[in-house]
């Protein structure tokens, strides 16, 4: 009579199961701003030449960076519609009623900007410009696909996200007018996953530290999401020579999971 081969401690599941990190399709996270690209980029039109405005604001007109904000992004609607109807201009009448597409950008003054493509080659003066905008000087040029597409891989520079904007429940980073984006394609089916709703109390700054905690579970096509005891990041950096040594790294933040044990040094808890 043959003895049975010893079975592992507590094995998750026959399949391999893969832990992998988090990417939320989100603006506000590191890699979920790839998704985000992803889904945008293929409707994004020809810009090439087209006119491209940028808008800051002077500090000295606001008490703080979120005040700036609330009132610039108000007055930016305000310029648009005057341009969409018409301005009178040293005797000529400038008008835009093309479709145009708006992203902000913090600096690392922590103080918004904003970039538009209009959907033309139309001529603006900067005169004009500056005295409907009123609130700083504004720069008008024009813009490549490449340059389009660059501006759109992040959301700030020079530094993390302001506090300011953390503490706010959304912002909408990219926004476009009607006939800006191309038609959407047909969605491909999503792989299933389980994933927490959304708790309506949550601030910007909440969600971005509960994405950094949390990794995802793959089992074939099905994924579940982990709660790990800190950020995906640095446990990363902790733990990748271990697994590496153990055969269970399997590159790009992938790590291959034989047993309940090996997520104990993820979520720290022990079974």
Not at 170 to 197: D, M, N, W
Not at 207 to 221: P, V
Request: proline share 7%.
């Amino acid at each position: 009579m043959g003895t049975e081969p010893t079975k592992p401690s507590r094995p998750i599941k026959e399949t391999k199961i893969i832990l992998r990190p988090y990417n939320p399709i989100s603006w506000f996270h590191s890699r979920g701003i790839k998704r985000v690209l992803a889904r945008l980029i293929p409707r994004l039109p020809d810009v090439s030449g087209k006119l491209f405005l940028t808008f800051t604001v002077n500090p000295l007109l606001y008490a703080d960076p979120s005040a700036a904000f609330e009132h610039s992004r108000q007055k930016l609607r305000r310029v648009f519609y005057a341009l969409r109807h018409g301005v009178e201009w040293e005797g000529k009448r400038y008008v835009l009623t093309e479709p145009y597409a708006v992203k902000v950008e913090f600096g690392g003054n922590e103080w918004a900007h904003f970039h538009a493509v209009f959907l033309t080659r139309r001529f603006l003066p900067g005169p004009l410009l500056t005295e409907l905008w009123g609130l700083g000087r504004p720069n008008i040029a024009r813009i490549s696909n490449e340059k389009f597409r660059y501006l759109l891989k992040y959301v700030t520079k020079g530094g993390g996200l302001p506090d300011w904007v953390k503490s706010r429940k959304r912002l909408r980073v990219f926004q476009a007018s009607r006939g800006f984006l191309l038609t959407e394609p047909k969605k491909k089916p999503e792989t299933k996953c389980r994933k927490k709703k959304r708790r309506p109390s949550d601030s910007i700054g909440e969600r971005i530290e509960r994405q950094s905690k949390t990794a995802l579970l793959q089992d074939g096509t099905h994924f579940a999401q982990l709660q790990l005891s800190e950020p995906f990041d640095e446990l990363h950096g902790r733990n990748l020579l271990g697994a590496a040594e153990a055969g269970r790294y399997l590159g790009q933040a992938h790590y291959e999971i034989n047993d309940i044990e090996d997520l104990s040094i993820w979520t720290n808890q022990l079974h």
